[in-house]
């Protein structure tokens, strides 16, 4: 299974799904810059793992949430870049279905509770 994982690894909140990224076995991780456009176009199913404010443990999102993920105060402009490229794409119709791996940045990843939600995941991509 391929992730995307998003994260800008010189600040400490949102440098957390690099971090898990690096601690996962079995999954192809894709590291995307926030100043890079999104590489993912097309696929039948996008996991993005990314930082999430406001959230305690691991959190999947759909496509329905996206307007929810999106909403002032941003803490960054690449916040706003990722919404704004997943609601565009969404909306004229090069991204099926994607789920957003949330992590919490106030604390530290359990890293097994997130391979069992990427595997869940995982599971829904061959379905």
């Keep these: 299974m391929k992730v995307y ?23 192809e ?11 993912f176009v097309g696929e039948e199913l996008v996991v993005i793992m990314d ?3 406001g959230i305690d443990k691991v959190t999947v999102f759909d496509e329905g949430d996206l307007e929810k993920l999106v909403l002032p105060p941003r803490t960054s402009a690449h916040d706003y870049d990722l919404g704004f490229q997943l609601r565009y794409l969404k ?13 919490s940045m106030s604390g530290e990843v359990k890293i097994k509770e997130l391979a069992a939600v990427l595997a869940s995941l995982g599971k829904e991509a061959v379905s």
Excluded: H, T, Y
């Design 51 to 53: 930082a999430v404010e």
């Design 5 to 27: 994982v998003f994260g800008n690894q010189d600040e400490e909140k949102d440098s957390v799904a690099v971090r898990a990224a690096r601690r996962l076995e079995d999954v």
């Design 91 to 103: 909306k004229i119709g090069k991204l099926k279905r994607v789920r957003i791996v949330g992590l």
């Design 29 to 39: 991780v894709v590291l995307v810059k926030s100043n890079e456009d999104v590489p």
